[in-house]
């Protein structure tokens, strides 16, 4: 079973660092933290990039929908202090570099599922170095294909409130965690889990009293814009 440190970095480096950048990358080493959880997105070229949103207003000086932007573009943005788009690719060299563990979310824009789920899949399977990643995602297309193409990944199913035949569709793409939104975590749900053997994370939390009684109720792991949360 994979190794989950209590605490995960949130978009990279949570708040310290403009969110899905390599600096928050640095932020959450620097800090300290195992683990880090990102959003991954494919560009019109079919590039793998850290982004969350489909379209670039939110968190860069761009316009438009991600999936239907070049790389040319994408890259030539200011995604925050002055950071970049990250791609896949450049995350992992620094994932593999300061030893931390990700849990890659794979974040696909609405009619893309199973092209992104394949290529995030694909790129895991033939360049990733260093600590296996968990591979997570709202999207059950993307998680199937993903599947398809790599088999013998971890991957982890991820819902906003867990449905009650959770365990099936754990079991279709041989997911090894749940992921939910912490507010929405039920003690029956902690409890099925926990007679599966199946680890349970939540999301987003960012007081460490609730992280602490997530802990004591059976949560595994907690992703945080505050890295600093347990400390
Ligand atoms: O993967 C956990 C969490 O990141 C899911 O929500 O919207 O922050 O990607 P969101
Ligand atoms: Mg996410």
Redesign the pocket.
């Known amino acids: 079973m994979i190794a989950l440190p209590r605490l ?1 970095a ?2 990279c480096g949570g708040n310290r660092a403009p969110e899905n950048t390599l600096a928050g990358l640095h932020e959450a080493a620097r800090a300290g933290c195992r683990a880090v ?3 991954v997105m494919l560009s019109a070229d079919g590039t793998p990039v850290l982004i ?1 949103d489909e379209t670039l207003e939110r968190t860069t000086n761009g316009v438009g929908r991600v999936c239907e932007t070049p790389d040319a573009v994408l890259f030539s943005l200011d995604a925050g202090a002055g950071e970049r788009i990250p791609t896949l690719a450049e995350a992992a060299v620094l994932c593999q570099r300061y030893g931390l563990l990700a ?1 890659i ?1 794979i ?1 696909p824009a609405t009619g893309h599922e199973a092209a992104t789920g394949a290529s995030v899949a694909r790129f895991v399977q033939e360049r990733w170095q260093g600590l296996p990643p968990l591979l ?1 995602s ?1 999207s059950a297309e993307a998680l199937q294909a993903a599947w398809c193409v790599a088999p013998e990944l971890q991957y ?1 199913l ?1 819902f ?1 409130a867990v449905p009650a035949d959770w365990q099936r569709q754990c079991g279709a793409i041989g997911a090894v965690t749940l ?1 939910c ?1 912490a507010g929405r975590v039920t003690d029956a749900l902690l409890a099925e889990a926990a007679a599966a053997g199946v680890p349970v ?1 939540c ?2 939390v960012n007081e460490a009293g609730a992280a602490q009684a997530l802990f004591a109720r059976g949560v595994s792991s907690v ?1 945080s814009d505050r890295i600093d949360l347990l400390a």
Request: net charge negative; proline share 0%; no cysteine.
């Open positions: 995960i949130h978009r959880e990102f959003d969350h849990n979310e974040k997570s709202f982890g991820l906003e992921h939104a994370l999301y987003t992703f």
